[in-house]
């Protein structure tokens, strides 16, 4: 038995995704050890010894949690715009009247790069003690090349301070400024070149949808950002049918995202194309407004993923835990789907599942160790009280230290 291994956790109950020939993804539940070398698991179940043994006690080990959609990062708060909402005002309402996304835009055109990076340093840490592991941050409170750069320097400068893996997309289509959208459109194509100049994001994002861009700019501008080697996302048919979530999927999309509106006959249009489903609904909860079809998408071969949406507006939950509860509560969705689509879904989204995502032998060891007696009682009880340890690339990041595995 070799002690060249760095670390192991004994007496695990292990449970993974994981995707057959088929890419279809199930759960593996496995008991026994997982031994981790450097920043990568070396073997999971059978016991191999290691430098440092820690004893699980018998607790559920799952792969770390994933957020393939959040607006990180953003400063300041819109409590005042939750008690107007709480009180009957729509979020289309709010927008018209200068609120919503303006008024974050105002507040990050008067802060500095280093007062964006120290501010969403806390959220960092608040999703990582949620067991969130890696995590996607969108540009879009910039609305001008100046701000969405800082906004996208910003996340540059933030991935090398947190214990997580940060991967950024451009969202500088997220609210229609004040010169409109053509001339916004030529602004953005600069953008867009600046970006690829600094290599600051891989990915471009666009929210079309009511109150927002028109269906003919969204897919004039994924054109352009498809020429330049771009990949795509859509915030797409949340307030609003407007069949842009199929133009973007026709376009390559990686994702088309919320799709609360979605009709029944585009849904296999989304399974042809490979598009995944990135789906909130916490975001359903915060506004009181209908849950995504999540029944009918998986039903209908769409891959399902899952998000927080976690920003200043429109929703300001985060844990991965009370989302679990919602996909099984509100969108009809199993455990295991919920988990899948937490992890290794969300994965595939940002382009990272060949590394993450999964507890298997060759991929980084992000683990997330969980005092419960089973997978349905995450959803049941949804509280990030379930974790003890949180491992990044194989280091301990987080742990809680009233009840630590002896």
């Known amino acids: 038995m070799t002690k060249s291994a760095d670390l192991e956790i004994s007496n695990l109950r292990i449970i993974t995704p994981f995707e057959d020939r088929e890419y279809e993804s199930r759960l593996h539940h496995l008991e026994g050890c997982i031994t981790i070398k450097n920043d990568k698991i070396i073997s999971v179940g059978e016991c191999q010894g290691a430098k440092l043994v820690i004893n699980g006690n018998g607790m559920i080990a799952i792969p770390g ?32 009247n200068g609120g919503g996304i303006y008024s974050t835009v105002e507040k990050i055109r008067s802060s500095s790069r280093k ?33 969405e750069l800082k906004q996208l320097r910003a996340i540059k400068e933030l991935s090398k301070i947190v214990s997580q893996t940060l991967i950024p997309t451009f969202l500088g289509a997220h609210a229609v400024p004040k010169q409109g959208e053509n001339k916004y459109l030529q602004e953005l194509t600069t953008m867009l070149k600046e970006i690829k100049n600094e290599s600051l994001s891989q990915f471009v994002d666009v929210f079309c ?67 995944t489903a990135v789906l909130m609904p916490a975001t359903s909860f915060y506004l009181k407004t209908a849950y995504a079809p999540a029944r009918k998408l998986i039903d209908g071969g769409v891959r399902v993923a899952l998000g ?52 298997e032998a060759g991929k980084q060891a992000d683990i997330v160790v969980l005092d419960a007696p089973s997978l349905e009682y995450l959803p049941y009880m949804p509280t990030n009280e379930h974790i003890r340890m949180v491992l990044k690339n194989g280091r301990k990041v987080f742990e809680n230290k009233d009840n630590i595995p002896g």
């Not at 990180?72 to 709480?86: Q, T, Y």
């Not at 969130?132 to 609305?143: A, I, Q």
């Not at 919602?326 to 940002?350: F, K, Q, R």
């Open 65 to 96: 949690f994933i957020d393939p959609h959040t607006h990180i990062p953003f400063v300041g708060e819109r409590s005042k715009e939750f008690v107007l909402r709480a009180y009957g005002k729509s979020y289309v309402e709010i927008l018209k």
């Open 115 to 147: 007062e964006l990076v120290e501010e969403n340093y806390k959220y960092a840490r608040w999703l990582l003690k949620s067991g969130v592991t890696s995590f996607e941050c969108k540009s879009g409170y910039g609305l001008d090349l100046e701000n």
């Open 209 to 275: 949808d009511e109150g927002a861009f028109s269906v003919e700019f969204s897919t004039e501008l994924f054109k352009r950002a498809k020429e330049m080697g771009f990949k795509l996302r859509a915030h797409a048919e949340e307030l609003s049918s407007n069949g842009f979530a199929v133009k973007a999927s026709e376009l390559g999309a990686v994702s088309v995202d919320h799709i609360i509106k979605i009709k029944d006959e585009e849904i296999p249009i989304l399974s042809k194309n490979k598009t």
């Open 308 to 359: 927080s949406d976690f920003n200043p507006g429109s929703n300001t939950f985060y844990s991965p835990f009370f989302t679990l509860h919602l996909a099984v509560n509100h969108l009809g969705m199993s455990p295991d789907e919920a988990l899948i689509a937490h992890t290794l879904n969300a994965a595939h989204v940002l382009g990272i599942s060949k590394s993450v995502g999964t507890i």
